[in-house]
């Protein structure tokens, strides 16, 4: 990382979702933990939304991305998932607990995320913390619980694919001042955006002085007018939101390259009302997690050091409904086991593990790769999968 890039970085004051501005916690922390592994940033995609194995590892054609990135790694078809509804089981992924939390409830969870124990262990700035979300409210909540030890102050910084900015960017741009704006639509969107900053929040980060190389400057509109621009805001159709929050996550972590990143999706519930509609979302899912795999490849720090996972919170029932639908009610298998896939330096290369594995399991792999324990976690690393 360059000195300017480094002085941008701290200057632009990334704060953790909901959390106050701490000036403690822009401290550069250590470099890398000395953990032996090659895996220096995380991905964890929550598949969420309920999706069955039958559509994804059972009918390959719908996922040629995702099992191409099983060939270069390792694809476990037998997690077992607990459904204690969406918002609980996929706040599960990012805790290694079972969480209690039902389908209506908007609290957050009592157990740390691992963002939270990874930014606390690693003495990891905000700034190398992320959660791009496209499901609500609830899904805000993955970013930290409310565990005394833990919380806010370590929580992962926030984006919605929707292009819901926190003070980081409206400070990015406040600083860089206004993108150019190169078109009629682009121009609307820019003004939409404009408007909807609230200065008294802009006032909240700090001020400092920021200077830059071009090339720096640059990044940066770049990063902004793509998440503003037609590449993200035009798309449309069945999961159009989990699309968003994939794409707004691929550019962020492409230019940026944080050592964390987490993506929560949540489209697939269309199953309950329309089949057709579930299986589209899976493949737009499948081509955007394709192209955020192809985004890692493409750079040589990225291809050798980071570790991607992708899975559901749990599937879906064994039978349609009477409205040609899937719910999630059954307690069948097809309800409780889905399908892991997993690529990263340090993971077995084109490989299938059929032990059964917990859904929960994946948040202690994910610290334990990166040289942290989830200590309040009742879950293991699945070391297993380590080549």
């Not at 933990?33 to 940033?41: L, N």
């Not at 819901?164 to 741009?173: G, L």
């Not at 299938?352 to 994946?362: G, K, M, P, R, Y």
Request: net charge positive.
């Amino acid at each position: 990382m360059s000195l300017t890039r480094r002085e941008f970085i701290k200057s632009s004051a990334v704060v953790a979702a909901g959390a106050s501005f701490l000036p403690g916690l822009l401290k550069e922390g250590v470099a890398w933990a000395d953990t032996g592994f090659k895996t220096k940033r995380v991905i964890l995609v929550a598949f969420a939304g309920g999706v069955r194995s039958r559509e994804t590892i059972g009918t390959p054609e719908n996922i040629p991305n995702l099992m191409r990135i099983a060939k270069s790694g390792v694809v476990c078809p037998n997690m077992k998932a607990r459904n204690v509804g969406h918002y609980g089981a996929a706040l599960g992924l990012f805790t290694g607990c079972v969480e209690e939390l039902g389908i209506r409830e908007n609290q957050r969870g009592k157990n740390p995320t691992v963002f939270e124990y990874l930014r606390k262990q690693l003495a990891l700035p905000a700034k190398e913390v992320w959660l791009s979300t496209s499901g609500g409210t609830q899904t805000l909540n993955y970013a930290y619980g409310e565990h005394k030890d833990y919380g806010a102050s370590y929580g992962a910084n926030l984006i919605s694919g929707d292009g819901i900015f926190n003070a980081e960017f409206r400070d990015i741009i406040d600083r860089f001042g206004r993108p150019k704006k190169e078109g009629d639509a682009e121009a609307k969107l820019l003004e939409k955006l404009e408007k909807s900053m609230d200065p008294g929040e802009v006032k909240k980060i700090a001020d400092g002085t920021l200077r830059n190389d071009a090339e720096t400057h640059r990044k940066v509109k770049q990063f902004i007018l793509d998440e503003i621009s037609a590449n993200t805001t035009n798309i449309t159709g069945p999961g159009a939101e989990d699309a968003k929050s994939i794409r707004v996550a691929m550019n962020l972590f492409r230019i940026f390259k944080p050592r964390v990143l987490g993506i929560g999706l949540m489209n697939a519930d269309v199953a309950h009302n329309s089949y057709n509609a579930y299986v589209e979302v899976i493949r737009k899912n499948d081509a955007e997690i394709g192209k955020l795999w192809d985004a890692i490849q493409a750079d040589a720090d990225l291809r050798e050091s980071t570790t991607l996972l992708v899975l559901p919170e749990f599937g879906r029932d064994k039978d349609l409904n009477q409205r040609n639908g899937l719910d999630h009610g059954d307690r069948s298998d097809e309800l409780g086991k889905v399908a892991m896939f997993a690529a990263g330096p340090d993971l077995r290369k084109g490989g299938q593990n059929l032990a059964e594995f917990q859904t929960i399991d994946v948040a202690p792999t994910l610290c334990h790769l990166m040289g942290a324990k989830a200590e309040h976690a009742k879950a293991k690393a699945l070391k297993e999968l380590y080549g």
